[in-house]
């Protein structure tokens, strides 16, 4: 099968796209799926530089891809739920930019037969860490209050519809095109980064959802009630501020079992949550796709689509 892979840590001309042998079923509760979409992920980048190799080792060659939509095409003798034939989406982990993908059961969830391909591969990762930030984590109800830095992005457009659609009051982060697209998206309060003080506008919040990183994270802290939570997917917040403001702080990664995207699916479903797929690339493109997310400002979430 075709695939991208690299041999070496580096920048994005290590990528190759290159003819692999074609993964089996190895286990009674595998799934083999034809990809048809896989999406792009900022850890892809991080994994590819070989930074996070202490809390995420990989071995080399590698085959890049956190998750992937198509169709079954094989099933172990345990799988219940699915069949062949089946399109379904997926968290991989790895291997996702390739022509098949193995994942176990758990992992697999059915594709809403509202979404193309390339939007439910755009979803996954998105509303498993959404949901595990606002209500695993944060345990955020109905009422209380939010501000999600980095909003226009691919977790935060996710999170801003997961919020409202559970009874929050949203406040976001955004910049240029992003600032309007994240107020449709339903965030009741939107401020444009680049122009706004954040701290001046007064703003007192349960949680604090950090998917942006960088040193404006330190500021952030400032808009906590006391007893308040900032979790971070981009990057370990400061303990020291945590404790000076009277707050908890972590850094927070997503819990992307099929169970846990049960609640986000069923409002996809509904149309009450949006994908927000901002450009595709097809999978031999995957490292020019790659460069485009690197060079940031990108609103939503950019997928590769394999034929």
């Known amino acids: 099968m075709k695939a991208i892979q690299y041999q070496t840590f580096g920048a994005s001309d290590v990528i190759a796209f290159s003819e692999v042998a074609q993964p089996e079923i190895k286990t009674q509760d595998d799934i083999l799926i034809q990809v048809k979409a896989a999406s792009i992920n900022p850890l892809d980048l991080k994994i590819r530089m070989g930074y996070m190799q202490q809390i995420y080792p990989i071995q ?39 022509e098949f993908v193995v994942v176990h059961q758990q992992f697999v969830s059915h594709k809403p037969s509202n979404l193309s391909f390339e939007e439910a591969a755009s979803l996954a990762v998105n509303i498993g860490t959404a949901e595990n930030i606002l209500f695993t984590e944060g345990k955020l109800e109905k009422g209380q209050k939010v501000f999600i830095q980095g909003a226009a992005g691919a977790v935060g457009a996710t999170m801003v519809q997961l919020a409202k659609n559970q009874g929050l009051y949203v406040y976001a982060t955004a910049s240029g095109k992003g600032v309007e697209m994240v107020k449709e998206l339903g965030a009741d309060e939107v401020f444009d980064y680049k122009t706004t003080d954040i701290i001046a506008q007064n703003i007192e919040v349960d949680l604090v959802a950090d998917c942006a990183g960088g040193q404006s994270q330190a500021q952030l802290f400032e808009l906590l009630k006391k007893g308040g939570k900032l979790l971070s997917i981009a990057g370990m917040p400061s303990p020291e501020l ?44 995957a490292a020019q796709a790659q460069d485009f997310l690197a060079a940031g400002g990108v609103n939503g979430k950019v997928v590769l689509t394999v034929n």
């Open 242 to 285: 945590a404790q000076q403001h009277g707050v908890e702080a972590r850094f927070v990664s997503a819990n992307l079992m099929a169970k846990n995207l049960e609640n986000g699916l069923q409002l996809v479903k509904e149309g009450k949550i949006k994908p927000v797929v901002t450009k595709t690339f097809p999978l031999e493109a």
């Open 60 to 98: 080399l060659p590698f085959i890049p891809g956190l998750d992937a939509a198509g169709i079954v095409v094989a099933v172990g003798d345990k799988v219940q739920n699915f069949k062949v034939g089946d399109e379904v989406m997926a968290v991989t982990m790895a291997n996702a930019y390739a």
